[in-house]
């Protein structure tokens, strides 16, 4: 089984650009697909980012993910930042046989 | 419109067992696998296991493995969670969630909160 390790929590201020890591603790970053989903209060998930860099059609461009496989991990960009992007976001992959979520992040815009 | 409705919240005794039921519409039930995620209050998402509806066929992560069944009832299209001997730190929100083709979980239920409390 792996792993995939977020930051607990990051800030940025409405308009700037912040970006969220999710790194693999074994395996390459690259042989499964990651996801992304963002999480607010008592809601379900909805998903962000598939296949590591695809939106969702309703998905603003201001969400962009990646893959770095030299550092082994994955990336959620938020550009433009405005204060309704405030919640937690969270990675996922799949390896066949176990369905992996990172611990979450969470976001505040101040 | 694709629509995952879960049963109401529950308040369980230690040692006890809770089962949670997930009733889909708006797509083939037999179609897509079922799966269920946890989140405690304040956590992440764990996921915990999941059922092909066409055969009930399973699949559950080790940390529930022995503690989690999961079923489907394909006259109703109705997939059950039953997870058993409950403690503490199964007081949890409780999602299903079905997988698309291209690897996200894209439809969730609204959630099922059981408390478990002596």
């Known amino acids: 089984n792996f792993m995939l390790t977020q930051p607990h929590s990051v800030s940025e201020s409405p308009g700037r650009t912040v970006t969220i890591s999710c790194t693999r603790s074994s395996g390459s970053i690259a042989s499964n697909y990651v996801q992304w989903y963002q999480q607010r209060p008592a809601s379900s998930p909805t998903t962000l980012i598939y296949e590591d860099n695809q939106r969702p059609s309703g998905v603003p461009d201001r969400f962009s993910g990646s893959i770095d496989i030299s550092s082994n991990s994955a990336s959620l960009s938020i550009s433009g930042l405005k204060t309704e992007d405030e919640a937690d976001y969270y990675c996922h992959s799949f390896d066949g046989i176990n369905w992996v979520f990172g611990g979450g992040t969470k976001l505040t815009v101040l | 419109e694709v629509q995952l409705v879960q049963s109401g919240a529950e308040v369980k005794k230690p040692g006890a067992t809770v089962k949670i039921s997930c009733k889909v519409s708006g797509y083939t039930f037999s179609d897509y696998y079922m799966h269920w995620v946890q989140q405690a209050p304040g956590k992440g998402l764990q996921w915990m296991g999941l059922v092909d509806p066409e055969d009930g066929e399973t699949l559950y992560a080790e940390k529930f493995q022995g503690r989690v069944i999961i079923t489907a009832n394909t006259s109703i299209d109705t997939v059950y969670m039953d997870l058993s001997s409950l403690g503490s730190e199964d007081t949890a929100v409780y999602y299903c969630?079905?997988?698309?083709?291209?690897?996200?979980?894209?439809?969730w239920g609204q959630g099922t909160l059981v408390t478990v409390s002596s």
């Open positions: 969630a079905t997988v698309n083709p291209r690897g996200d979980f894209q439809h």
